[in-house]
C-alpha cells in the first residue's frame, strides 16, 4: 500500500501520541526496575525507546506508516533534521514511491558534506534510470566518506561500473571495500553485510580474488555469519545471504533464509522477491509452489507497485505460461519506473524472443547495451528463460554473447555449459564446466553436473547405432542394451517419417537406474518429478532398476515418449508449446504398442464435470502454475486428448501444420487459427463436443468437490422444495462419510418426493396439471425429477446401511436407487458388487461387476477384481481372460503378464503366451524367467529369430534354468539352419541336464541333418 503524505497538523498529531507512548512506558519501567531482578535479560525484539532509532526499527521491521510518523514528527520539531529526513528517503525507496527523489535533494540542500546523502540520491537516480546522475553521486559519496568508511557507496558503484565497461576502476573499489574490511575490527552489522556483498561481486573478478588466498564465496559466509552474530535477525543479512544461496543453487537454503527474513520484515518487497525466486526455482516442491510464487509477488507489489523484480518475474512468467504478449505488457508498464533495470529489459527480450521478433529483439540489445555495454547478466538472464522452454541451442548463444562482454562472467560459462550437454555438444559443455566449476567450486548445479559427468565416465559405457549414441550403467548394458537400441531405431524409423522431421545428427540417449544420476543429468539438481526428459537431441530416462522412488514403470514407453519429443522438438526449432508437445507425446504413447495406454479417462471426467478443462490459450499454465493437485498430469491427459480431437476432426497432417506455424514464431492464438482454420475459442466448444460425445455412453460421475457440496447447501437454504438438491447433498455426506447427516438429508428428500407441492414458479407455464400445450412433457420431466431425487436419496441410505454392516438393507436400496434412476448407478452397482463378494455370492458379484465393466471406462483394477471372482468361483478360463485384459491396460504390470504367461504355457497357448509378453523387456529387460517365456512361446510360434534373443537374453539376466534355455536357443538355431551353433547349445545344455527331452532331440535332428545322403 502507497502511503500519501498526510497534512502538518494532522501528522503532528499522529506522532505526539506516538511520540507518548515510549515516555509512558519508560515511567512505568522505572517505577517496575526498583523491584525487578538487577541481571533481567533485555528483550532482544523490544523497540528503541528513543523516537528515531524507534523509526529506524520500525522501518526494519516493515510497520511503515509508524515510522513515517514519527520521522514527520521528528521533521515537523526541527525542519533542518537530517536524520529523519535519510529515514523518510530509505522509507520512499523501499515502498517505491515518487517522493524519494525530492526527499534526497532536500537532503543535500541542508547539507551537502554527508556521503549518505549523495548515497540515497545516487539509489534514487539508479532506480529512475539516469545512471551517468548515479554513478556520480555515489562517486561523490565515496569521495566524502572517511577513511575504513563508506562501504555501501563503494559496493554500488562497483556494481553499477562493472556493467557500464569500467571494469579496472569496479575492480579498484571492490579492493578498498575489502582492504578496509581487513582493517578494522568494530564494524556494525550493515559493514559486515555490504563487505560480504563486495566479495560477491569480486567473485566475477579474477584480478581482485586472486590477490586473496581464499573463494570469496567462504569469505561472504564468514562475514554475514559476523553479522548474524550481532544480530540474528538483521534482514539485510539474512537477503544477502538469501542471494548468495539462490546465485548458487542452493535453492532450499535460499528459501530458509528468506523465510527468516520474512519473519522480522513480512513488508520488504526486496525480501519477497528473493523468496519468489527461490520457490520458482525449487523443483523438489513441485508444482505447488507457483501458487507460492504468486502469493509472494502480490504482497512485494502491495508495498511497491513499481518493484522492478517482481513485474519482471511476473513477466518471466508469462512468457513460460506461452503469453509473451502478456510479458510484454508487464515489462512496458515496469519500465516507465525502472528504465533501465536489467531484469526488466531480460524479460523483455525473452519475451520478443518468443514471439519471433527478430528485429524487435536486436533493437533491445542495441538499446540495452548502450546504456550497460559489459551487463553479461543480461544475456544471462535471457538464457535461462528461453532454456525452461526448451530453446537450449537459442540459451547457449546467448551464454557466448554474455561472455563476449565479459568473459570472466562465469555464471554464463555455466549456462553455456549444461546448454552445451542439452544440444549434444559434449566434449565442449565439459569443458566450459569444468571451466565454471574452477571459476566458482560453489555453484550446486555446476558442481553436480561435473561429478555427474565423471560418473558417466566411471559408471556407464557408451553405445553406437547407426542413429544413436546410447549410454548405458556396465551393471544393465548387457542384459538391455539389445532392446534400448531395438526401440530407438523403431521409434525412430516411424515417427521421423510420421512427423516429416530429417534429424541430422545422432540422439544421444541415456538411461539411469539412480534417480539421483538422472536428475542431476536433466536439470543439475538431487530430484525432478519425472521418468525422463527431452532436450531436443538428447534424452534422459530412468531405468527399470530403479524401482525405490517411481515403483513400477516402463521404460520403453518413456523412451518412445521422449523420442516424440525428439521430433517435435525439432520440427519446431524448439518452439512448441508445452501442451501440445506434451499431448503429441502422450498420444503416441498407446500407437507405439497397444498396452501403453493411460487411464486418464476417470479423471479426465472428474475435470470437466468440475468444469477445469482449459482453454487453449490458458493451456500451459496448468504446468507453470497448477491450481490444484496432479493439474500437471491432467495437463498431460488432456494434451493427449487434445491430439487426438484434432486427427480425428481435422486429420493429422494440419496437426503437422500447426506445428510448421509453431517454427515460424507464432503463439498459439496465431498458430491455431492459421493451421487449423478456426479461432482458439471455437477449438475449445468444438473440443467440449468432442469430450460430450467420446464419454457419451460412460455412467461415472465424480464425487462432489467441497464447492459443489457447498453450492448444495446454499441452493436447499434457497430453496428448500428442491428435492433433486436435497438428493445430491444425501449423496455428496455419504461418499464423504459423514453418515447421519446423509441419513437426515435422504429422509427430507424421500419425505419431499412424496408430499412436493411446486411453486407455480418452477415450471414455465405454470402447474403441469393445468392442461395447457406441453403439460404431458412437463409432467414428465417432473416425474423424471422426483424419480432421481428418490434415487440418489436411496443410495444414500444404501451406503448409510452399508456402513452399519446391514447388508440386506444396503442391498435392497441400491436397487431401488437404480430402479429409479439415480444418477450414480455406478457407486450403487460398486457397493452392491463389494457386498456380494465379501458374502462370497459370487454370480451376483460377478453381474454386478461385469455391468460396472459396461458403465465405466476401462480399468485394470476392476478386471482384477473380476478375475478374482471367476477365480474364486473356480472358472479359471474366465479369471485368465480378465487377467489378460489386464495386461492390456496396465502397460508397467509385470507380475500378472508372468502369472498369465505361465498359464498360457501350461495350456500350450503358445501365441497367447508371446503376445502377453511381447512388452515385457520394455517394463523390465531384467526379469530372466520373462525372457525364457517370451522365448518358449515364439519358438513354438514359428518366430526363431527373435526367439533366440530372449534365449540369450534369459541366460545374459542369470536364469537359473540354463539347460532349459540352452536347449530352447538350440532348436532356434536349428530351426535356422545353424547346424554347428545348434549343436554346440544342445550339448552345452545336456552338460547339466542328459535327460533333457528338446536338446536330446536337437542332437539327433543335426545328425540326421549331417548325415550324407
Request: proline content about 5%; hydrophobic content about 40%.
Amino acid at each position: 500500500m502507497r502511503i500519501q503524505a498526510r497534512s502538518s497538523f494532522r501528522t503532528l498529531a499522529l506522532a505526539l501520541a506516538v511520540l507518548a507512548a515510549p515516555l509512558a512506558v519508560l515511567a512505568a519501567r522505572a517505577q517496575d526496575d526498583e523491584d525487578a531482578p538487577r541481571n533481567r535479560k533485555k528483550d532482544p525484539d523490544a523497540l528503541p525507546d528513543e523516537p528515531l532509532p524507534r523509526a529506524r526499527a520500525l522501518l526494519e521491521r516493515g510497520r511503515h506508516d509508524e515510522a513515517q510518523a514519527l520521522a514527520f514528527a521528528l521533521v515537523e520539531k526541527d525542519p533542518k533534521a537530517k536524520a529523519p529526513r535519510a529515514l523518510l528517503v530509505s522509507l520512499y525507496l523501499k515502498t517505491g514511491r515518487d517522493e524519494a527523489e525530492s526527499a534526497a535533494r532536500k537532503l543535500l540542500e541542508l547539507d551537502r558534506s554527508v556521503p549518505e546523502h549523495h548515497l540515497l540520491l545516487g539509489r534514487v537516480l539508479e532506480e529512475k534510470g539516469d545512471l551517468d546522475g548515479a554513478d556520480s553521486a555515489y562517486e561523490t559519496a565515496v569521495a566524502l566518506a572517511k577513511d575504513g568508511e563508506g562501504f555501501e557507496q563503494k559496493v554500488r558503484l562497483a556494481a553499477l561500473r562493472a556493467e557500464r565497461g569500467k571494469k579496472k576502476e569496479a575492480c579498484a573499489l571492490l579492493s578498498k571495500v575489502l582492504d578496509e574490511y581487513g582493517a578494522r575490527d568494530d564494524l556494525a552489522v550493515s559493514e559486515f553485510v555490504w563487505a560480504a556483498r563486495a566479495c560477491r561481486l569480486a567473485d566475477l573478478q579474477p584480478e581482485v580474488k586472486k590477490q586473496y588466498s581464499r573463494k570469496m564465496y567462504e569469505y561472504s559466509q564468514e562475514m554475514l555469519e559476523q553479522a548474524l552474530k550481532k544480530d540474528p535477525k538483521d534482514v539485510g543479512a539474512l537477503v544477502e545471504s538469501g542471494e548468495i544461496y539462490l546465485e548458487k543453487g542452493d535453492f532450499p537454503f535460499a528459501s530458509d533464509e528468506f523465510k527468516r527474513a520474512v519473519e522480522r520484515d513480512p513488508n520488504s518487497p526486496e525480501v519477497r522477491i528473493g523468496l519468489a525466486r527461490a520457490l520458482l526455482a525449487a523443483y523438489y516442491k513441485g508444482s505447488a509452489r507457483f501458487g507460492e510464487v504468486e502469493d509472494q509477488l502480490k504482497k512485494a507489489l502491495a508495498v511497491d507497485p513499481t518493484c522492478p523484480a517482481a513485474h519482471a518475474t511476473l513477466a518471466y512468467m508469462a512468457v513460460t505460461d506461452g503469453d509473451p504478449d502478456r510479458a510484454l505488457e508487464r515489462c512496458a508498464q515496469a519500465l516507465g519506473a525502472r528504465p533501465w533495470d536489467v531484469t526488466l529489459h531480460a524479460a523483455k527480450a525473452a519475451a520478443l524472443l518468443f514471439k519471433g521478433d527478430d528485429a524487435g529483439f536486436a533493437q533491445e540489445e542495441k538499446a540495452f547495451l548502450e546504456k550497460r555495454p559489459t551487463c553479461a547478466r543480461f544475456y544471462n538472464e535471457i538464457a535461462g528463460l528461453v532454456s525452461s522452454k526448451f530453446r537450449y541451442a537459442e540459451a547457449r548463444d546467448l551464454a557466448r554473447k554474455a561472455l563476449a562482454l565479459d568473459p570472466d562472467y562465469h555464471p554464463a560459462r555455466g549456462t553455456l555449459g549444461l546448454n552445451l550437454l542439452r544440444t549434444g555438444d559434449e566434449a565442449e559443455g565439459k569443458k566450459e564446466l569444468d571451466l565454471a566449476n574452477k571459476a566458482d567450486p560453489y555453484d550446486v548445479i555446476t558442481l553436480n553436473t561435473v561429478r555427474l559427468m565423471a560418473t558417466l565416465e566411471k559408471d556407464y559405457t557408451t553405445l553406437e547405432s547407426e542413429h544413436f549414441t546410447i549410454r548405458l550403467h556396465k551393471k544393465e548394458a548387457a542384459g538391455s542394451s539389445d532392446y534400448v537400441i531395438s526401440l530407438l531405431e523403431e521409434a525412430r524409423e516411424k515417427l521421423t517419417k510420421k512427423y516429416g522431421v530429417e534429424l541430422k545428427r545422432k540422439t544421444l540417449v541415456e538411461l539411469f537406474p539412480r534417480v539421483e544420476d538422472f536428475s542431476a543429468r536433466s536439470i543439475g539438481l538431487p530430484f525432478i518429478p519425472a521418468l525422463g526428459v527431452c532436450f531436443g537431441d538428447v534424452m534422459t530416462v530412468i531405468s527399470a532398476n530403479e524401482k525405490k522412488v517411481f515403483g513400477k514403470h516402463s521404460w520403453g514407453r518413456t523412451s518412445w515418449h521422449e523420442f516424440t519429443h525428439v521430433c517435435t522438438l525439432n520440427k519446431t526449432k524448439n518452439r512448441i508449446p508445452r501442451w501440445l508437445t506434451e499431448g503429441l507425446s502422450v498420444y503416441e504413447e498407446s500407437r507405439g504398442r497397444p498396452s501403453w495406454v493411460r487411464e486418464y479417462d476417470v479423471p479426465i471426467l472428474t475435470v470437466r464435470a468440475r468444469g477445469l478443462i482449459l482453454p487453449l490459450l490458458k493451456f500451459d499454465e496448468a504446468f507453470t502454475k497448477p491450481r490444484y493437485a496432479d493439474q500437471v498430469m491432467m495437463a498431460y491427459y488432456q494434451g493427449g486428448l487434445a491430439c487426438e480431437f484434432m486427427d480425428q476432426r481435422f486429420g493429422f497432417a494440419k496437426i503437422l501444420a500447426l506445428l510448421d506455424e509453431y517454427a515460424k514464431g507464432k503463439v498459439t492464438r496465431e498458430a491455431v487459427p492459421a493451421a487449423l482454420g478456426l479461432p482458439c475459442e471455437d477449438f475449445d466448444r468444438e473440443f467440449a463436443s468432442f469430450l460430450e460425445s467420446r464419454y457419451a455412453g460412460i455412467a461415472y460421475l465424480p464425487p462432489p468437490s467441497s464447492e459443489e457440496k457447498d453450492a448444495l447447501l446454499d441452493r436447499i437454504a434457497e430453496a428448500p422444495w428442491d428435492v433433486g438438491a436435497r438428493g445430491a447433498l444425501a449423496r455428496a455426506y455419504a461418499l464423504t462419510g459423514k453418515i447421519a447427516d446423509a441419513e437426515a438429508q435422504a429422509g427430507a428428500t424421500l419425505e419431499g418426493v412424496r408430499g412436493l407441492r411446486l411453486p407455480s414458479s418452477f415450471f414455465a407455464l405454470g402447474e403441469p396439471e393445468a392442461g395447457l400445450p406441453g403439460s404431458e412433457l412437463r409432467a414428465g420431466t417432473r416425474a423424471a425429477w422426483l424419480r432421481t431425487a428418490a434415487g440418489d436419496a436411496n443410495l444414500a441410505l444404501g451406503m448409510v446401511a452399508a456402513s452399519r454392516g446391514r447388508g440386506a438393507e444396503a442391498l435392497r436400496r441400491f436397487q431401488q436407487a437404480i430402479d429409479l434412476g439415480t444418477r450414480d448407478p455406478v457407486e450403487a452397482r460398486r457397493v452392491r458388487a463389494n457386498i456380494f463378494r465379501a458374502e462370497k455370492r459370487w454370480d451376483e458379484a460377478i453381474r454386478e461387476y461385469e455391468t460396472l465393466l459396461s458403465l465405466v471406462p476401462p480399468m485394470a483394477d476392476l478386471h482384477r477384481v473380476v478375475s478374482a471372482c471367476y477365480a474364486a468361483k473356480g472358472d479359471a478360463e474366465k479369471a485368465l481372460e480378465h487377467q489378460d485384459r489386464v495386461c492390456s491396460l496396465d502397460s508397467d504390470d509385470m507380475k500378472t503378464r508372468l502369472e498369465v504367461a505361465a498359464q498360457y504355457r501350461k495350456k500350450e497357448r503358445w501365441a497367447d503366451l508371446a503376445r502377453i509378453l511381447d512388452d515385457a523387456p520394455l517394463i523390465d529387460p531384467f526379469v530372466p524367467d520373462a525372457h525364457f517365456l517370451l522365448g518358449e512361446g515364439l519358438r513354438h510360434s514359428g518366430k526363431s529369430e527373435r526367439a533366440l534373443l530372449e534365449y540369450d537374453s534369459a541366460l545374459k539376466n542369470n536364469l537359473k534354468n540354463v539347460p532349459d534355455a540352452e536347449a530352447g536357443a538350440a532348436a532356434c538355431l536349428l530351426a535356422k539352419g545353424d547346424l554347428d551353433g545348434a549343436l554346440a547349445r544342445a550339448q552345452r545344455a545336456l552338460a547339466v541336464d542328459p535327460d533333457l527331452e528338446l536338446a536330446k532331440k536337437v542332437v539327433e535332428e543335426v545328425g540326421k541333418a549331417k548325415k550324407p545322403k
